[in-house]
């Protein structure tokens, strides 16, 4: 039976205190920092959901998202190469709604169960803003979640499913507008939100005849805290032995990935024969009902949402959120290193920038990065083999701090890394504390937005302090 194998999440480092937006506030919410996109958030939960897992059984990818960097390219693409994946792989980007994320793994579950893929990987991603002084800018966050669909070692099996779709312009955001933007909240939450899921998930249970109390967690997710804990009265769940946590105090609403982030809170703590019911919204809704499978905990080495929210740094700074989200400026935009993007030596050097391949001497074992003909250990000429170094952690050698860089970076940290079992290489360093910097501290690899010119990201790999 086709269903979940593994999952992985992201939540970004950095929290805005909702103090920091009005006086009075509580709370906090997750944000990118300012080298950060549903891309590299995308690559991040991607690479946690993997962790374990043969890369080469891959035979799809799908992304969801609403805030993707392009109009017009696929980001499942960059996600899958960024990933280390194969190239013959089927490719989708989902979006324009809610439900993206849950459309994309539902097709994934056809796709597994049709025999045209053994295995895919589902990616949401989310960074919606709302305006400044809106309920939306205090619940919206920044995350992402992946989930790998196969058929064999499944944690989660999908047991039903109810889809209703429902046009009404309640919540929208068109292709030039910033901000999300919504019509009156007693019409939005009642009309669209509760009338929509309530009929959503009595559907589902009417069609895999189950009852609520069937139900171990209620995964429901919810545009505030306030309807959340209404939608899982009226749904007929009791909130405090089944309902979810919805984390929106901590993290915020994250959008398309917000649905699949909360599921796999959920699976986190599951117990083998548990039923899952995950409702999501948007121009409709979806109600999954799902069961853990035997080895429902036994996903080793995942952050996921636990481990991810248990490590951050606060922003009280509001001026520091605007810079990041290039809403306040102090200056203009330094022209990136290098000058202009160019798209012919980005192909020319794929391997070096997405999936962050170095070369492994088959004379002397040395590894080096950036890959050269001659092995400066032996001196052996193109006798090589690529290695993966993305996933690999490893040590600050050496370090430098620049000030004379953008503000909103700066001091710019440049690390000289060496990687565990061999290689090192001089990367730019994120999510740090310049005085906590030190010889020796322990590393890992991010996949970031390095700079934008001429119409194109351009993305490659930064050193952060590792995430315990």
């Known amino acids: 039976m086709a269903g979940i194998t593994s999952y992985g999440a992201y939540v970004p480092l950095w929290r805005l205190s909702r103090e920091a937006i009005m006086k009075g506030l509580r709370g906090e919410k997750a944000i990118r920092n300012f080298d950060e996109d549903s891309t590299t958030m995308g690559v991040a939960a991607a690479i946690d959901c993997l962790k374990g897992q043969d890369r080469e059984a891959v035979e799809g990818l799908f992304f969801a998202s609403t805030t993707s960097p392009y109009r017009e390219k696929q980001i499942s693409a960059t996600i899958a190469a960024a990933a280390d994946l194969r190239q013959d792989i089927v490719t989708a980007d989902f979006g324009n709604s809610m439900r993206a994320g849950t459309a994309a793994l539902r097709a994934a579950l056809d796709a597994v169960r049709a025999g045209s893929a053994k295995k895919v990987l589902v990616v949401a991603s989310d960074c919606r803003m709302g305006a400044p002084g809106t309920d939306f800018e205090q619940y919206l966050g920044d995350g992402a979640a992946a989930l790998l669909v196969g058929e064999s070692g499944v944690v989660a099996s999908v047991d039903g499913w ?157 001026r520091v959120y605007l810079q ?54 032996c001196r052996a000429r193109d006798r090589f083999e690529e290695v993966r170094l993305s996933d690999k952690k490893g040590t600050i050698y050496t370090f430098s701090a620049d000030n004379l860089c953008s503000r909103r970076e700066a001091p710019r940290v440049t690390a000289i890394i060496d990687f565990d079992g061999g290689g090192r290489m001089a990367t730019l360093m994120t999510d740090r504390v310049l005085e906590e910097i030190q010889v020796g501290m322990p590393v890992e690899m991010s996949f970031r937005r390095i700079a934008s010119q001429d119409g194109v990201h351009n993305y490659f790999w930064k050193s952060i302090p590792v995430r315990k």
């Open 324 to 377: 990041w989200r290039e809403l306040l400026t102090f200056e203009s935009a330094p022209t990136p290193p290098g000058g202009h993007i160019s798209s012919s030596a980005q192909w020319r050097d794929r391997s070096q920038i997405f999936p962050l391949h170095g070369l492994k001497c088959l004379g002397c074992g040395g590894i080096h990065f950036p890959p050269q003909r001659v092995c400066p250990k």
């Open 162 to 318: 109810y889809s209703i779709s429902n046009e009404l312009n309640d919540i929208w955001r068109r292709d030039d507008d910033a901000y999300v933007r919504a019509w009156e909240d007693r019409f939005v939450n009642s009309v669209g939100y509760l009338d929509t899921v309530g009929k959503a998930v009595a559907g589902l249970l009417e069609k895999s005849g189950l009852k609520q109390a069937d139900f171990a967690k209620a995964v429901i997710a919810a545009p505030s805290p306030r309807i959340h804990g209404e939608a899982v009265r009226k749904l007929g769940f009791d909130p405090k032995a089944q309902g979810q946590e919805h984390f929106i105090d901590v993290m915020g609403n994250t959008g398309t990935a917000y649905p699949l982030m909360l599921l796999v809170a959920a699976m986190e703590t599951a117990k083998p024969g548990d039923r899952l019911l995950l409702s999501c919204y948007g121009n409709g809704s979806d109600a999954i009902a799902l069961r853990a499978g035997p080895v429902s905990n036994g996903v080793e080495g995942r952050r996921g949402i636990a481990k991810h929210l248990s490590t951050k740094r606060i922003v009280d700074d509001y």
